[in-house]
């Protein structure tokens, strides 16, 4: 039996994600390339649309701080929702705020060039949860206002 190319696994954040994730700075339009002369005419950008879901794309920066590896731990996660998810967790520090997310998937990928290739990971979710216990990981996200918001994100493993 052949598993396909691009298939997601089911995962527990806590498995995921021992150490849970920090979001770093706020959540963007995920916009397609343009070029220099579609900017010189002033052209909107393009917001990306997940193929499989059918939902915009949006972006944002997070840390793993269980990650050793310090070049792998900070990444983009894709959030994929109709409407901009917004986490309602207040900030640990200007600009970072603990998440959890519930849903999860992971898509292995290879990363890296040449001789230096590595295996990582593409992750998805459905949305912001807020946490079991007040225990661990506390000031975790809430739910996402609106509809949900599935992520996904590009996670190196050493």
């Known amino acids: 039996m052949a598993i396909p190319k691009g298939y ?8 995921a ?17 343009q ?10 950008a393009r917001q990306r649309v997940d193929e499989t879901t059918g939902k915009r794309q949006w972006k944002v920066a997070v840390t793993d ?27 640990a520090l200007p600009g970072m705020r603990p998440i ?5 998937t992971a898509e292995p990928r290879v990363a890296g060039n ?4 590595y295996q990582s990971y593409v ?3 459905t949305g912001f949860k807020t946490p079991a216990s007040s225990g661990g990981r506390s000031g975790q996200s809430g739910k996402s206002s609106g509809a949900a ?10």
Request: proline share 10%; charged share 30%; aromatic share 8%.
């Open 149 to 158: 918001a599935p992520a996904e994100s590009t996670a190196k493993a050493a």
């Open 100 to 104: 959890e997310l519930e849903g999860l």
């Open 35 to 44: 070029s220099r002369e579609d900017k010189a005419m002033g052209k909107p």
């Open 65 to 91: 701080p269980s990650q050793t590896n310090a070049k792998r731990a900070s990444y983009e996660v894709t959030l994929l929702a109709d409407v901009q998810p917004v986490p309602t967790t207040t900030e």
């Open 17 to 33: 994600f021992p150490q849970g994730l920090v979001m770093v700075g706020e959540v963007s339009p995920d916009t397609e390339y």
């Open 8 to 15: 997601r696994f089911p995962i527990e954040f806590d498995d």
């Open 114 to 117: 040449g001789e230096f290739k």
């Open 123 to 125: 992750f998805r979710a």
